[in-house]
């Protein structure tokens, strides 16, 4: 089978980050850097297209779960084990500001399109949000729906949506404060906006993949194959919205063709049992993932400096 044009299957490089297991690892808002996330309480950021590290942010308590770039690359949001959100000055390193609210570990963050609030999600079932323009470490808005923990929390425009282990997905509009709750009938452990914002991509501990329309949640396809019942998968959509893609728990990388809903191919990660975290170019036909302790960079197109594991 020819390589699609969009999907990025090529190998270019393994990175060895060097910060115990990888928790998540996460492209900036242009994608010409990139963030891994380490056990060993550090956020790493990278030039992936040449695979040189660039920083290291050290500071918090434990591990750290999940890091997000601002709009204008100046800051990066983290949160980990130690229930604490963490804002970085990108060129410096300081650590500029440290949230505190959770009941228990931050396991994703967010920001809004101008990077004036950061979200976070955490374990103890609640979304709390995050004035980064005013000087006081109290949420301005806790979204405490969820009876379970969040896992996922993403901003499209003026809404936000979240998953959660209770089995909904949901989706908070801001303009009209509205939420539309939708039962997914499993644990949900990650979930995302389609790029035009009509689908919603979920994906559960039940080993599958749901696409559903934002208003209505009729579900509009199903994707099977890989295997997500131990751990937090993660799922996206490629870059050019023609095909959907989950990490899985036997060392692979699905991808489907997001129409037909057929298994189009899979990316093989020797050595490895679980490929939890990945996260798409914004624009490009580009793909990161996390396995171990190593980042992958997949690309479309064959490279010249092609590294072999």
């Not at 996922?152 to 949901?170: F, G, K, N, P, W």
């Amino acid at each position: 089978m020819a390589p699609l044009e969009g999907v990025p299957c090529q190998l270019v490089r393994i990175m060895e980050c060097k910060q115990g297991a990888v928790r998540a690892v996460r492209f900036n808002v242009d994608g010409e850097y990139c963030m891994s996330c380490g056990s060993d309480k550090s956020v790493k950021l990278w030039n992936p297209h040449k695979g040189t590290l660039l920083h290291t942010y050290a500071g918090h308590g434990y591990e750290v779960l999940d890091a997000r770039g601002s709009s204008d690359n100046s800051l990066i949001g983290s949160c980990g084990l130690d229930k604490s959100v963490m804002m970085w000055n990108v060129g410096t390193g300081e650590c500029l500001r440290k949230f505190r609210g959770h009941a228990a570990r931050v396991n994703c963050v967010c920001f809004n399109e101008e990077s004036t609030v950061i979200f976070s999600g955490s374990m103890d079932g609640s979304v709390r949000v995050w004035d980064l323009r005013s000087r006081r470490n109290e949420p301005i808005q806790v979204l405490d729906e969820a009876k379970d923990a969040v896992m996922t929390v993403s901003v499209s425009a003026h809404e936000i949506l979240t998953s959660s282990l209770d089995c909904y997905t949901r989706v908070y509009d801001l303009r009209n404060g509205k939420l539309m709750s939708n039962c997914i009938g499993e644990s949900v452990t990650c979930a995302t906006f389609s790029g035009d914002g009509q689908c919603i991509l979920a994906s559960t501990m039940g080993s599958s993949l749901r696409l559903m329309d934002k208003e209505t949640g009729e579900l509009l396809s199903h994707y099977t194959g890989h295997s997500s019942k131990d751990y937090k998968v993660e799922s996206c959509f490629t870059s050019s919205d023609t095909h959907v893609m989950s990490g899985s728990e036997d060392g692979y990388v699905y991808c489907w063709d997001l129409v037909k809903g057929t298994l189009y191919l899979k990316l093989e990660h020797k050595g490895s049992r679980v490929v939890h975290s990945l996260s798409p170019h914004p624009t490009e036909s580009y793909l990161l993932t996390a396995t171990l302790g190593q980042m992958w960079f997949w690309s479309a197109e064959p490279q010249e400096e092609q590294e072999n594991a």
